[in-house]
């Protein structure tokens, strides 16, 4: 089977047209049709159409995308040839990174207002003709609290951000992204989506929702062209985790089975890899991005 697929890997592609520049193009359609062309064949013939960027003139939201993850996840959509939208509750920094990345655009808005969402949607359908994505990533700790030690303005403003900021994001995108075919929607949930850590109630029950919002987005949509995935991460140095020690982040990296704190920019590339379609047949799934913490049992 290895031998057929590798065959096939060496065969000439399909019937070539000229680029502008007069180069060989091949048809990518073809490549990558019926006759089911395997991988490696597609991948080399994108490359040598030029065409390596897995989110080529796709619109992209971000949301809290002025800082840590999001700021990672933008850059990196862009490199990959994606046009992003930084929605960010501090306009003046998301304006300013919007300046950093070539075609994007910043624009203030906090996520736990629906208003606020659903007027910048429009805005971003205004100013770049489209929505065919979004990262839900806005997020904010809260204050350390058992249920009991946590306060009321404390569970509304953390489950205010971190879930109905996700809801209130979902439902404004949604509407543009079915407009324009369908697309892809990663929500930044958290390893606190799936497992509970001590004294961070009200975080743990925000974030296990954004993983059921995540798979019921999927289903609801997932046959109108409309894939939801999750990405967890563990601890990850960003602006929001700078308050910690270096000696809690030196014990930290310890408890990590790959013996570090995964980078915002190994987190970045799963959130994109699920926002390209390489992910197709993806959706409703939860991606822990978490150096092997979750997967150790400590009686
Ligand atoms: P960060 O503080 O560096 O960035 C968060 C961004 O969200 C900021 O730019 C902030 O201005 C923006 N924001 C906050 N509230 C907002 C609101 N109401 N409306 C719009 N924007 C708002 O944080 P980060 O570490 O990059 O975290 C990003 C996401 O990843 C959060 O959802 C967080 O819960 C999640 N997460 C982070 C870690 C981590 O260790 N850093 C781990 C797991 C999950």
Redesign the pocket.
Known sequence: MQKIWAARAETPLPNSMKLPNGAEQPRLDEAQGAGGWPHAATQHARRRAGLDYELKDKVILV??G?????EAVAIKAASQGARIAI????AE?AEALSQRIGGARGYG????TYEDMERTCRNIVNDFGRLDGAVN?????GDWATVVECSKENWERVIG??LT?VFNSLKAELPHILDAGGGSIVN?????GLLAQPQASAYIAA?HGVVGLTKATAIDFGRRGVRCNAVC????R????AVLDEAVFRGMEQNHPIGRLATAEEVADVAVFLLSPRSGGMTGSVHLVDGGIAAEFKA
Do not use: E, F, H, R
Request: aromatic share 2%; charged share 5%; net charge neutral.
């Open positions: 949301t809290g002025a800082s840590g993850l999001g929605v960010d509750l501090n920094a808005a906090n996520v736990a990533n806005a997020g904010i700790p951000v971190n900021g930044m949930a958290s390893v606190s974030k991460p563990s601890y990850v960003t602006p929001m985790t």
